[in-house]
């Protein structure tokens, strides 16, 4: 179905249905995730309850189990969304004719906007912070990002762009845990207020020593 074809039948009513309350039941789903992750990111695991998401919602708390069978499963479900939503940022960075590490300084960039004004981004955070109170399976934290960053700068290397000596992997787990290491102090002093001028600050420290 493309647009927003309002059925002008009873049959075509029968036909579009489906479609259009798949397309309901998504948008409901993500607005369930995004009040969620404002609740988690403004707390931790533990003190949100489902009422809490139905009241933000604006929904019955039925109506949120209905979609997320627990709050174990709704966590679990905010952080995959904190790292679904990068690999098509990578493939639109690259797309945009940027070397391998520009591609790192922009991807980073745009995480510590994320950080800065996202609440999957905080939420995924903060629930891998709370991930042993959390009763479901989670992805190991930072290996993503990790794998992710290796890739970038591996393709780096092969395009000559990193100083001589410079690993790759040694090189993106250092970032990882320098980036990491900065969202956190910038989140406890400043609810993350000042990441993005922290970032600018590792940033140019750290592509100044990795640069050939
Ligand atoms: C990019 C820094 C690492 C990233 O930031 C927060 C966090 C916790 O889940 C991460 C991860 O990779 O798991």
Excluded at 96 to 106: F, I, K, Y
């Amino acid at each position: 179905m493309t647009g927003t074809h309002r059925p002008q039948t009873a049959r075509d009513a029968a036909r579009h249905g489906p479609a259009l309350k798949q397309e309901r039941a998504f948008q409901t789903r993500a607005l369930i995730l995004d009040k969620a992750a404002e609740l988690f990111s403004e707390s931790n695991y533990r003190s949100v309850s489902m009422q809490d998401v139905a009241d933000r919602v604006g929904m019955t708390k039925g109506a949120v189990y209905f979609h997320f069978r627990s709050k174990e499963a709704l966590a679990a479900a905010v952080v995959a969304c904190h790292y679904e939503r990068w690999p098509p940022v990578v493939e639109e960075i690259r797309n945009g004719g940027l070397s391998p590490l520009e591609a790192v300084e922009e991807l980073l960039d745009r995480a510590a906007l994320a950080f800065r004004d996202d609440p999957i981004m905080q939420a995924g955070t903060q629930l891998q912070l709370d991930r042993d109170t959390i009763n479901a399976e989670l992805p190991a934290p930072y290996v993503y990002w990790t794998n992710l960053l290796t890739d970038l700068l591996d393709a780096a290397r092969a395009e000559n762009q990193l100083r001589t000596g410079v690993r790759p992997d040694s090189a993106a787990r250092a970032l990882v845990a320098a980036f990491f290491g900065i969202q956190h102090i910038s989140h406890t002093l400043t609810r993350h207020g000042d990441i993005v001028g922290r970032w600018q600050e590792l940033r140019e420290l750290f592509f100044h020593s990795l640069r050939a």
